[in-house]
């Protein structure tokens, strides 16, 4: 076997023993190599649906809003309070904490009719940018 040949088969294994050894003795490397999750919310990036968007006046009939709390990178935000406010009607919660999708759900009814407007606040100061519009008839 050719002398430069088995100098670089004893440099390669060097090597990889050492960064074998290192990825296995040595959490800082580990903290170093691992992906961080992304916790910060978007106002632009999270959803606010409401289904159905046509309800009755009559109290009784609801209609489900939810709130998606995502981050820049599109990743669910969980254990995060949301703040649903409606111009017209009763919420059943005002304050809901998401879940571990990122989810908050509340009920909305009204007896009386027309339009509310539907917003959210994100742990009450980071205001979601795309309000919806629910009708009671």
Do not use: C
Not at 83 to 106: F, H, P, R, S, W
């Amino acid at each position: 076997m050719d002398k430069k040949l088995g100098g670089l088969l004893l440099v390669f294994f060097l090597l990889f023993t050492v960064f074998a050894s290192s990825i296995l003795f040595s959490t800082q490397l580990s903290s170093i190599t691992r992906a961080k999750e992304d916790y910060v919310p978007s106002a632009k990036a999270s959803l606010l649906f409401a289904y159905p968007l046509l309800v009755k006046a009559d109290g009784t009939t609801k209609s489900t809003i939810s709130v998606f709390i995502r981050s820049d990178k599109g990743m669910p935000v969980k254990d995060r309070k949301v703040t649903i406010t409606a111009t017209i009607g009763q919420l059943n919660m005002a304050e809901v904490t998401t879940d571990e999708k990122g989810k908050a759900t509340a009920t909305l009814t009204s007896t009386a009719k027309g339009i509310s407007v539907i917003g959210a606040a994100i742990d009450g100061t980071l205001k979601m940018t795309q309000p919806l519009s629910i009708t009671f008839e």
